[in-house]
Structure formats: C-alpha cells, structure tokens
C-alpha cells in the first residue's frame, strides 16, 4: 500500500481516487481510448493490484471518469454565477465560464467519452448535466423577468454551442466571448442590467 500523505486513511483514500481518475482523464484524452488499469496504474505509480482497491475493472474505471466530468463542469459553472454580482452578471458568467471550460478542453475529454464509454452511461449523465446547467440559468432569467424562460435559455445555450465550435477549430477565447457578450448586453440591458456604460472618448 502507497505511504499513507493524509492525516487519515479515509483522507488518502479519497486523495489517491482524485489522483486516479485525474491520470485516467489524462490518458483518455491524450489517446482518445479507454484507459486500462495498467496503464493508469503505471502512471500513477502504483502497483496494479492496489488499483482494485479503487476500480474493480476497466470498464468500471471508464464510468467513474464519466461520472466525474459532468458534474464536475456543473459544479464550475455554478461556482461562477453564484460568484455574480448581479442577476445579468450570471447570465454572463454562465456563458464566459462554459467558454472557458471548452477552451481548457473539457468538451472534447466529453466528446471522447462519449464515443469510447458506455451509450447509456454517457447519455444519461449528459443529461444530468444539461439539467444541471440549466436550473441556475432559468432561475436567474426569471428573476430578471425575461417572458419566455425555457426558449430564451435554449437560446444562451445556442450560443454556448456555437462558441464551442468556434473555440474548437481554433477560434480564441477572447474573440468568442466578445462577440457573445456582444449580442448578449443588448438583451440584458433591456431586462435589468440597467444603462450601457458610456463610450470611451
């Protein structure tokens, strides 16, 4: 067994889990295949038989990474907004920070998985996730008031989905956000953020 780092073993144990899935979601990503233990093992520096002690097998790994891309970008996503000054600041830290999570490569490590991990697996958490996203999202466009939530949400999203296919072929991030934010502060002037800054002189 490894040299026990945390004050207690239940400590370590979760430790070496992030440590674990942290190499798998390397390995997958570099390799666009599912990681097998060995590997993971080889990396991490670990023997092989004290991996069991995590993952039962490769398959059971592979749904783990799975389980923890997801919420994992909901929770990021929902850290930002909460962060938000303003109800209209949400709506922007929402899509800045989705931008911002395709740009460090979380959508393609999603895209991978979800050619080489288990159909339904993927499918549901993809639609956990989607949930997950849009409940702070739809919360916040009612409070400013916005008539018709679900549309206008699908709509950020639209451009969420758009930015992500800019930034993925290459697209940088700063000229995708300015242009969402672009066609976004009309519409958020309009429903609460309040008057446009002045123009710079």
């Known amino acids: 067994m490894p040299r026990i780092r ?4 239940a400590e370590h144990r979760a430790a070496q889990h992030r440590a674990l899935l942290d190499v798998a979601r390397e390995i997958l990503a570099e390799t666009g ?13 670990l023997a092989r038989p004290s991996l069991y002690q995590y993952f039962r097998s ?9 389980e923890d891309v997801f919420p994992r970008w909901s929770a990021r996503v929902a850290v930002a907004m909460d962060a938000a000054a303003t109800p209209a600041d949400r709506v922007l830290a929402y899509v800045l920070t989705n931008f911002e999570l395709i740009t460090e490569g ?7 998985l979800a050619e080489v991990a288990p159909g339904d697996t993927v499918a549901e958490q993809s639609r956990t996730m989607h949930q997950q996203l849009l409940e702070p999202l739809v919360e916040t ?3 400013l008031g916005v008539p018709a939530v679900p549309e206008t949400a699908e709509m950020i999203n639209a451009i969420v989905f758009a930015g992500s296919r800019l930034i993925e072929s290459g697209t940088d ?13 009309p519409f958020l002037r309009a429903t609460g953020m309040g008057p446009a800054p002045p123009e710079a002189t």
């Open 6 to 9: 945390a004050s207690t073993v």
């Open 33 to 45: 295949r599912p990681p097998t233990l060995s590997r993971v093992a080889a990396r991490a520096g």
């Open 58 to 66: 490769s398959e059971d790994l592979l749904n783990a990474v799975v």
């Open 106 to 112: 979380e959508h393609a490590l999603a895209t991978v």
């Open 141 to 143: 466009l009612h409070s």
């Open 173 to 185: 991030l700063r000229t995708v956000w300015e242009s969402a934010r672009a066609l976004l502060e």
